[in-house]
């Protein structure tokens, strides 16, 4: 009965236009009510003081008259309507029962009548307010977890912006060092070209300058023996009496004339700055072709396959088949010691030599103690002991007794890697003597050797181990 009552009054709430829930409800003056929106888009396009109701097709006037007392009905209904929906949903489906019970297997709310049912009969049931409970703290912690989850993701976003801000600017700080060494390159090129062309402008003033001079000489002397030579003609065409006056001064004149030699015009010191020219280019092509080689063999990041010689590796060293890896051994090996070989330390050296270009390797080391990794050149004393890395001419990291050094000093550099060091990366710019260090599983740098006194020298890869320790060059 009264839900009958409630639906009566929700359909006296609805407009007959939209067929929902009043909005701003209003009254015209034949009694009708219409949401105030409604109705104006209703009588929207027609004209005059009077329009037709559009439920009962009355003429009214366009008087529209507030319905406050509807408007207070209808939110009111509303307000039942969402109490009757949150009812419904405290009541079982089925049983129309409060749901008073929580079933731990199903995971669902029922009933009584539910909990007696075959469906329910042998699983664990709990009153509501107990599984409330649990699960009220379990969606705590929960919650908990989530907002530390949250933060972490927080931090780990605003330290993700730090390190791509970091990157960017040392990315923009190289390109910037680039530019200008291509800048430098090319007013060094540009300088040495003016130079040259200067020099070879003023060989080009002088053969134009000497041509001239030659020419005016010659020009002169030709319009001198024109001159006798027409005078000699002349004379042939005279009389015997006539003809031998002054024939011996003509003939002394021709004879002078017949012994003209020919001057040297171009010195061999202007012929040989010429063919010094000659010689510069194709020098300036095979400069050139090296110099592009070079730049391109060198601005490629090559990975170099190390293995290691065994003629070098100290007699307790132990090198795999492969020669990809090395363990010192408990006793020194019965091996000829030859001058390859180190005698004094655990060393052994790589078979590959590096000249020129980039190059890089990585050393697996693991959790291993006592390890050595890195470059050094092919003059290194192997014999004598007490000589500190540096002065042996060896760049390198290394961990020894749990610690992180460089060899950059007898005294050594400490390091503070970020994480334990699994493997290393070795990376090698002959051209700069350049050797620089890196975590290769994060590629965060851990060291960079900087050694003018390195430049064109030829470099091996180095490792040493100790104490039964265990380096393995990556493939």
């Known amino acids: ?100 019970l929580f079933c731990q297997d199903d995971k669902t709310v029922i009933c009584v009548i539910c909990d007696r049912s075959k469906e329910h009969r042998d699983h664990q049931v709990v009153p509501v307010e107990e599984a409330a409970q649990e699960y009220q703290d379990l969606i705590s912690s929960r919650l908990k977890l989530l907002e530390e989850e949250r933060a972490n993701i927080l931090t780990y976003k605003a330290k993700t912006e730090e390190e791509s801000q970091d990157l960017l600017k040392q990315t923009k700080a190289e390109m910037e060092k680039m530019k200008a060494e291509f800048k430098k390159l090319r007013q060094f090129l540009e300088d040495q070209e003016k130079l040259l062309m200067v020099q070879m402008e003023e060989v080009e003033k002088e053969i134009v300058r000497k041509k001239h001079e030659h020419l005016a000489k010659l020009s002169e002397e030709l319009f001198s023996l024109g001159d006798l030579i027409q005078e000699m003609e002349q004379k042939c065409q005279q009389p015997p009496e006539e003809f031998l006056q002054d024939v011996g001064s003509i003939l002394q004149r021709s004879n002078e004339k017949v012994t003209f030699e020919n001057p040297v015009v171009f010195l061999p010191e202007l012929k040989w700055k010429i063919w010094d020219f000659c010689d510069m280019n194709p020098f300036l092509a095979a400069v050139m072709n090296q110099f592009k080689d070079a730049l391109v063999h060198g601005l490629r990041l090559q990975k170099a396959n190390v293995t290691l010689d065994p003629d070098t590796a100290h007699l307790w060293l132990i090198v795999s088949e492969d020669r990809k890896s090395v363990t010192c051994g408990s006793k020194s090996q019965d091996l000829p010691d030859n001058p390859k070989r180190f005698s004094k330390r655990g060393m052994v050296l790589g078979q590959e030599r590096f000249t020129a270009g980039r190059h890089f390797w990585e050393v697996v080391v693991r959790s291993e103690e006592n390890w050595l990794a890195g470059v050094t050149r092919e003059s290194v004393e192997r014999k004598e002991d007490g000589i500190s890395t540096a002065k042996r001419g060896i760049l390198a990291v290394e961990k020894w007794d749990g610690e992180y050094k460089s060899t950059s000093h007898p005294t050594f550099t400490c390091l503070s890697p970020s994480d334990d060091l699994k493997r290393i990366r070795v990376s090698l710019n002959c051209a700069a003597g350049r050797v620089a260090f890196y975590n290769a599983d994060t590629a965060d740098h851990l060291y960079t050797f900087s050694e003018a006194s390195f430049v064109g020298q030829t470099f091996l890869p180095l490792f040493e181990v100790f104490r039964k320790g265990h380096v393995r060059i990556s493939p």
């Open 1 to 100: 009965m009264a839900a009958a009552a409630l639906q009566d009054l929700c359909e006296e709430a609805t407009c007959s236009i939209c067929l929902e829930d009043f909005m701003d409800p209003i009254t015209i003056e034949c009694g009708h009510n219409f949401c105030r929106a409604c109705l104006t888009r209703c009588w929207e396009g027609t004209e005059g003081e009077e329009a037709s109701c559009p439920q009962c097709r009355a003429k009214v006037r366009r008087n529209l008259i507030p319905n406050r007392q509807l408007a207070n009905l209808v939110e009111q209904l509303s307000h039942l309507e969402e109490e009757k929906a949150k009812e419904s949903k405290r009541l079982c489906k089925e049983h129309q029962e409060p749901l008073k």
